[in-house]
């Protein structure tokens, strides 16, 4: 059961009391309100979530506003500390985390290791750049007989709302910098994967983490929308789309309050361009990696392929070799490449874009899917052909890969029209000549391109992560400025000669 921290509306009295022993308890009644869980892969029940409700909300929000001046005194190394020992003991429920992945979210095994690793090297990372930039005061130079020194804070209470694709590495990541920073945090999961947050929340718990500093908020969007309308609230972390980002930008400037900062990680509609000195088997290799795994449900993943015509048909046949090689089923086992995508929702949205380029007359490619899926949300994977990338309504987050053809004089037209989609998260290359590199590095505006390699699985630390436009704010996840935006600067300033009380009366104030 994942449920809110503060547990309060439904609670009858006298039983948080009874929750204290170990006594087996009776069923509650607020369980008969509980939402199911389901697993994409065969809709069976995981586990059951009681979404937070206003009196919920309400009173997490009066307790995290009550514990960020003490979380905030506790320093960055104490802090620090704390977020390591939560990775300690996430490694330690490693098989745990991997298998709500699987159950919860459709992940397969490979994805549900990385997921882990993901989460743990953000506990880390983040502990890490805490040590440093909330260590010590920073002194900063002035003249003889003045002292300045620059101290990083907390914002104050933060909401950190993330999604279902990553829902235990972005879920620790966001929550985890905003907890670095010295804020206090109401985390909401996605509503479709709170079981494995309910996890990560009781283990940081264990770690040491106080219960109000880090608040598990369970619902939908209209959960999201009391915190982040609550005027007590000064800050959001958020990754999810675009329109949602909006949506939020929307209700923060409405409220009064603190100004609250947004940090978003949003959509994309990421392209590879691969041009005639490309090596084929590496290009195919890195192109079924990047639009397929997770099947496509990454925001990084490559969504239009980029051919240039001279060698597309060769190429093309050499990913369709691959393509029809992948292992499409149940996510537990080893051997399976592409699980199911998240729900019903997501399948039928996917299925109906196929289908809609398939009406228009464009060359579809589509596996068959193995009949011991039926009863899941899976989608056949798909290679699609298209004229170019602005034929494309919006982001497609599945395993569907369109492919177009570009002429070798046509470079600056194609990245041009990538521009133009306002989107900005990944960009792969695949060219061996170097003019070509610093061409596209010159004019593609987005966050991470990938060159001679696949566009997805930025590693914490080393390809710190994110977008511009619409597709995002920055800084980016896992970098060395995003722990910075989670806080507030205060400086002293401070006259160290004898005169200095006289002096600052002298001047008026
Ligand atoms: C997302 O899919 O919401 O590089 C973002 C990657 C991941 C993407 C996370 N960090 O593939």
């Given amino acids: ?50 979404d937070a409700t206003p009196a919920d909300v309400d009173l997490a929000f ?72 909330f260590g010590a005061p920073k002194p900063l130079p002035g003249p003889t007989g003045e002292e300045n020194l620059l101290r990083m804070h907390g914002r104050g209470v933060f909401a950190t709302i993330s999604p279902w694709n990553f829902p235990l590495a972005i879920f620790t990541g966001m929550a985890g910098a905003a907890i670095a920073a010295g804020n206090t945090v109401l985390a909401k999961p996605a509503e479709q994967t709170p079981l494995i947050a309910a996890l990560a929340v009781r283990l940081c718990h264990e770690a040491g983490i106080p219960d109000d500093v880090l608040q598990l908020v369970p619902g939908d969007g209209k959960v999201g929308a009391l915190l ?25 400037a409405a409220r009064s309050g603190p100004i609250a900062t947004l ?13 005639s000195s490309a090596l084929p088997e ?47 089923g149940d996510p537990t086992r080893l051997a399976t490449d592409v699980g199911p995508v998240i729900d019903a929702e997501a399948k039928a949205g996917l299925d109906q874009h196929v289908a809609a380029m398939q009406q228009a007359g464009r060359t579809v490619f589509r596996r068959e899917l ?22 494309l309504a919006k982001e497609n987050f599945g395993p569907v890969l369109h492919v177009v053809r570009w002429k070798a004089d046509n470079l600056a037209g194609v990245i041009e029209d990538i521009n133009a989609t306002g989107f900005g998260l990944t960009l792969g290359l695949h060219s ?55 806080a507030i600067e205060r400086v002293t300033t401070v006259d160290t000669t004898a005169a200095g009380g006289n002096a600052t009366l002298l001047a008026g104030g």
């Fill in 432 to 486: 061996r000549i170097d003019a070509v590199r610093r061409f596209v590095e010159a004019r593609a505006r987005v966050g991470n391109l990938y060159v001679n390699r696949n566009q997805i699985g930025a590693v914490v630390g080393s390809q710190p992560f994110g977008g511009e436009g619409l597709s995002g704010t920055g800084p980016k996840a896992g970098g060395p400025h995003y722990l910075a935006r989670f």
């Fill in 370 to 391: 193995p009949g011991e899926v039926q009863a899941g949300s899976f989608v056949a994977p798909a290679i699609v052909e298209i004229g170019s990338i602005a034929d």
């Fill in 1 to 50: 059961l994942a449920r809110p921290s503060t547990g309060s509306g439904r609670t009858a009295a006298g039983s948080e009391a009874a929750d204290s022993t170990n006594e087996p308890q009776p069923v509650r009644a607020e369980l008969v309100e509980a939402r199911m869980v389901r697993s994409p892969q065969d809709g069976t029940t995981v586990g059951q979530a009681l």
């Fill in 263 to 275: 940090i978003a990680e949003t959509g994309g509609q990421n392209a590879l361009i691969v041009d």
């Fill in 228 to 252: 982040t309308s609550d005027a007590r609230l000064s800050g959001v972390a958020f990754t999810g789309s675009t329109d949602t980002a909006h949506a939020i930008n929307r209700t923060l």
């Fill in 62 to 133: 009066a307790r995290a506003v009550a514990a960020q001046p003490g979380w905030d005194a506790l320093g960055g190394h104490a802090r620090a500390d704390l977020l390591d020992r939560a990775a300690d003991l996430f490694e330690a429920n490693t098989a745990e985390f991997i298998s709500l992945c699987q159950c919860e979210a459709g992940k397969t095994l490979l994805d549900g290791v990385l997921e882990v690793r993901e989460a743990v090297d953000f506990l880390r990372y983040y502990a890490c750049e805490a040590r440093t930039l």
């Fill in 282 to 328: 590496q290009v195919t290799r890195d192109v079924i990696a990047s639009a397929f795994q997770s099947a496509g449900q990454r925001c990084s993943a490559l969504r239009v392929l980029y051919l240039q015509e001279d060698i597309a048909d060769p190429v093309l046949e050499m990913i369709r070799g691959a393509f029809e090689a992948l292992v499409i």
